[in-house]
Every structure is written in structure tokens, then in C-alpha cells.
């Protein structure tokens, strides 16, 4: 190193004193402007909303939460609803827009699914696993409580609510397949027509229940915040108030006039003693009968955190564990007593299986059963190549950072070689950007 290249000799310039950075990384030189502006800053940072995907929406925690409640008070009616007919129309009324609600929420937030393997590795542990394992539990749990030792364990016929599971799992792995149509809701309604009409299809991973629910999952894959908007102005809330009384009135009427099995989508028209022609009939009519409800139901569901917002992440746990309660009942009789078959046993039922249920998303119990609901198992997986590379963008991101920022509080800049190649500069910028461009899809994704 000779002298040309170093003006000032061997006497270095003393360097001005150092402020810590936050987290090793070395922040911008603070002026009295931006001393100045710095409040400002902060309250904008404040207010700021958070970008997409950075916080869970209440408005969908809360119509999650409403709709799981509606299912397990649903299910509790059952053994109660013969002997009344204003409960049974209540019951009708709820069957048909509760589970399309559910659904199309779960299509609206699958509208980002594809075929990555982080994606498939979350669809695998959140859905297909508690598949495998409710399904032998609830089968199980007849067997000893209800003393039935020839229930069998049958992974290909779901039962009781286990279908669902099944028909999530396959809806999600044909996402792609409904992102590229050009007309997806009107394919998917002519294919739940034609199941509509098909007994050979048997029960078999309750393949009726998939495609017959499907349209409300393709719905919900093309919907858009806009859409949501739009069912939740006040008029739209006005207007439900006589949409449904008028269902309330058609449910009442309807029950000695229809069979109820048509809004569990679970068979065909000819397994249901109609005429093949009823089937498409039914699926189209069922199918605005229960938009409507769902819309006249999401006009009033609130948009802002309620004591019940931070429920609706553990729905998943309500869904599957509550089961276990009214089949519990179901096989022991606790649904005998005649008190409960009258309008306070019934007000009394529906009560206590919305506080059960509601007791089952919370966080505690959330903690108890996640081994088995959402299970972690990084260990049955392969390490996926583009994830790999990502860690490692971050790793030296992290790393270099963390060397630039040392050496420069330490002067020693001159003297280290490496940070100070402009080739390898170059090549850790490159990596920053490349990082940064892919943690804001991922987040989205998630």
C-alpha cells in the first residue's frame, strides 16, 4: 500500500462517535429535520393500516365463529326436532345457508393455494391428518360408548361431521384446475347437477356431499373483498330482517310438504324416492335459496373485534370436538328427559351446545388438542429446494448486515477484505432484494 493512496499518511481522520443501531443493523444520520418529523412519522406509523395478510380480519374470525356455533346447535336439534314442527323449520332454515357460509369462506381464503410445497405440507398436516385421526376416533368412541363393536373403521366412508375434512382436502387440490377456467360457478353447479342424478357414485369419501357442496367453495374462490362489502351496507342489513322471516314461514310450511335431507346434500334424487329431473331442480333452487340466507347472514355479522373475534381461529377445534359431546348424548340419552323436548328444553339445549362449543376454539383447549389438529411434522417431509434457498438469502442477509454494521462502528473497514469487495456487495444486494421480494407473497399466501 504506498503513500499516493493514503493522503493523509498514517494519521487517520478520527471518525465520529458511533450510535448503537437497533438490532446491529446501522440506521441514517439523525438531523434536526428529521428530528423534527419524527413524531409525525410515528403517529402515521400508527395509524397506518396493516397491509394485507399482516392481520387476521374480524369480520371472517366473527363469521366463522357465528357460523360454528349454528353448526353444533344444529347438530344438538336433531334428536329434539321430531316433535316439533317449529323447531324443525328453524332447523331447516339454519341447514340452509350455515355449512355454505362455512364454505365459502373456506374457498375465499384458498383463493392463494397451489401446488407449493409449503402449501401441500399445511394441507397435509391441518386437513388430511385430523382426517385420519377423527375419523378413527369417532369410530372408536362408538364402539366403546355407544357398545357397538361392529362399527368399523372405514377411511374411504367419512363419518358423521368428518366429511367435511375429506371434501376441504379435495376442493384445495383442485384450486389450480378452478383458477384457470374461465367460467368456473357455472361448471362447478353443472357438475353437483349431474351428481345430482348419479347413485353409482356411491359413498365412497361422501363424494355427493363434495360435489354437490362444491359450487359455494367455487364461489368463494372468486369472490372478492368488494363482494363482502357489498352484503354488509345497512340496506342489505334492513332488507335480511323480512328475507329471513319469509324463510322462517317457508321452513314451517315446508315440513310435512319436503324431505330434509335435501339440504344435507348427501344423495341423489332417485337414493331420496324423487325423479332424476328433482336433483337439478333441487341443486339450482337450493343453491339461490342458500346464497341468499348466507348474504342476509353476513349483512350481520359485525366488522369490528367483538369478545368473541379471537374465537374464530379455533373453529377448526369446535367443529371436530363438539361432536364428541352430542353423540355422547345421543348414545347415553341425555336427550330423553321430555322437559327437553319442550320450548325451554329446547331453548335450554341450544344454549349449553353454543357455550360448549364456544368453550372448545379457545385457547386452552386449542393448546391440549393442536397435536392432533394441527400437528407439526417437520420430520415427515423433505426439505424443499427454493425453501432451502430462501433460508439461505435470509442467513446472509442476516450475516452480512450484522459484519457491515460492526466494522463500521470499529473503523476497521480498511483493514477487512471481504466486506469491501464491490463483486460480493453486488452479489448480497442482489440477495436482500430477492428476500425481500418473496417474504410479502409468502405472508399473503399464509
Known sequence: MTNSLRPNG???????????PASGVPGP?????????????????????AAPGTRRDAFFDNAKYLAIVLVAVGHSWEPLKGDSRILEGLYTVVYAFHMPAFIIVSGYFSRSFDMRPDRLRRLITGVAVPYLVFETAYSLFRRVVDHAPGQEISLLDPWYLTWFLVALFIWRLTTPVWKTVRHPLPVALG????????????????????LQFLPFFVLGLSMKPEHFRLVRRRRVRILSVPVFAAALAVGWWAVPRMNTAWFYHRDSAQEMGAPWWAG?????????????????????????????????????????????????????????????HRPLGEIFVSVLAAAAVT???????????????????????RRDAAELARERERTGKTGTTGQTGQTGTTGQTGTTGKTGTPGEAAESGEGEQAAGGESVPEKAGA
Open 10 to 20: 498514517d494519521r487517520r481522520t478520527p471518525l465520529p462517535p458511533a450510535q448503537q
Open 29 to 49: 444520520r439523525r438531523t434536526p429535520q428529521n428530528q423534527q418529523n419524527e413524531p409525525t412519522a410515528s403517529a402515521a406509523a400508527r395509524t397506518t393500516p
Open 191 to 210: 357438475i353437483a347437477m349431474l351428481a345430482s342424478v348419479c347413485p353409482e357414485i356411491g359413498d365412497d369419501l361422501d363424494l355427493q356431499r363434495v
Open 280 to 340: 337439478p331442480v333441487m341443486v339450482l333452487a337450493l343453491f339461490g335459496c342458500s346464497l341468499l340466507l348466507t348474504a342476509c347472514f353476513f349483512a350481520w355479522v359485525p366488522g369490528r373485534r367483538m369478545w368473541f373475534t379471537a374465537l374464530g381461529a379455533g373453529t377448526l377445534y369446535g367443529y371436530l370436538l363438539h361432536g364428541f359431546l352430542v353423540k355422547a348424548g345421543e348414545y347415553r340419552g341425555w336427550f330423553a328427559p321430555a322437559a327437553l
Open 359 to 381: 368453550l372448545l376454539c379457545t385457547g386452552p383447549v386449542r393448546r391440549v388438542f393442536r397435536f392432533v389438529v394441527e400437528p407439526r411434522m417437520e420430520w415427515a417431509f
